[in-house]
């Protein structure tokens, strides 16, 4: 079952906050946040495991709601390299991931 | 410490001809992962494996599609016949422990584009 992420598409300002979700139907052990750029292999920002878990590093964090199976990834003063594709990949127990259809990210300087 | 390689990096293909999708996973890894992406379109989990066992092919089309990851050598996806709803961009991930369950982060590579004409 495929994590439901949103929303589609965000255009910001440079500066501005962003948040993006992820929601599953099932339940989750462990959720994965990438970035991808255009035309460039997916990069990886944090795991997050079940127990209400929040990470972060730089201006880019992230909670998990095990209870709920949603996840937020949270941008804040964006730059303008923080455009991109935003995955969220969910983790039920078994050994691989399944990724969202994504959110696109575009900001604007 | 070299990334996940792939090669080749685009490949273009005749309807009907095989294509072969090669992927060198990081050092120390032996978790293998093959996605699929089609433009405005997520990553769609297609098979892992291991070192010689292909551990979930749930995500794999069972015809003309198939996978290995060998004892010495890099994990080979092979499509045969190949048809036009095949290109995309196929994504191969290496991690050194499963990822679905623990703290274990995959590491892609940069893809092959796959243009069947």
């Known amino acids: 079952q495929q994590p439901v992420q949103s929303p589609q598409a965000v255009i910001l300002r440079e500066g501005e906050d962003a948040v993006i979700n992820c929601s599953s139907s099932k339940a989750l052990y462990s959720v994965h946040w990438y970035r991808q750029k255009h035309g460039e292999a997916p990069v990886f920002l944090m795991i997050l495991l079940k127990g209400g878990e929040q990470k972060g590093h730089d201006k880019i964090s992230a909670s998990f709601n095990e209870k709920k199976q949603q996840s937020s990834l949270y941008l804040t003063a964006s730059q303008l390299s923080y455009s991109g594709t935003y995955f969220c990949g969910t983790g039920g127990g078994d050994d691989k991931i399944i990724f969202g259809k994504g959110t696109r990210l575009h900001i604007l300087p | 410490n070299a990334g996940v390689m792939q090669n080749p990096r685009h490949l273009v293909r005749r309807r009907g001809q095989e294509a072969r999708l090669r992927c060198s996973p990081m050092?120390?890894?032996?978790?293998v992962y093959w996605y699929r992406q089609l433009p405005e379109e997520g990553l769609k989990f297609m098979v892992y494996?291991?070192?010689?066992?292909?551990?979930?092919e749930s995500g794999m089309p069972k015809e003309r599609f198939s996978a290995e990851f060998p004892k010495e050598g890099p994990s080979i996806l092979r499509i045969q016949q190949v048809v036009r709803g095949d290109s995309a961009a196929y994504f191969c991930a290496s991690s050194p422990g499963s990822p679905g369950y623990t703290n274990t982060e995959a590491f892609f590579g940069q893809g092959t584009r796959l243009t069947v004409v």
């Open positions: 494996l291991q070192k010689e066992n292909i551990i979930d």
């Open positions: 050092k120390g890894h032996s978790h």
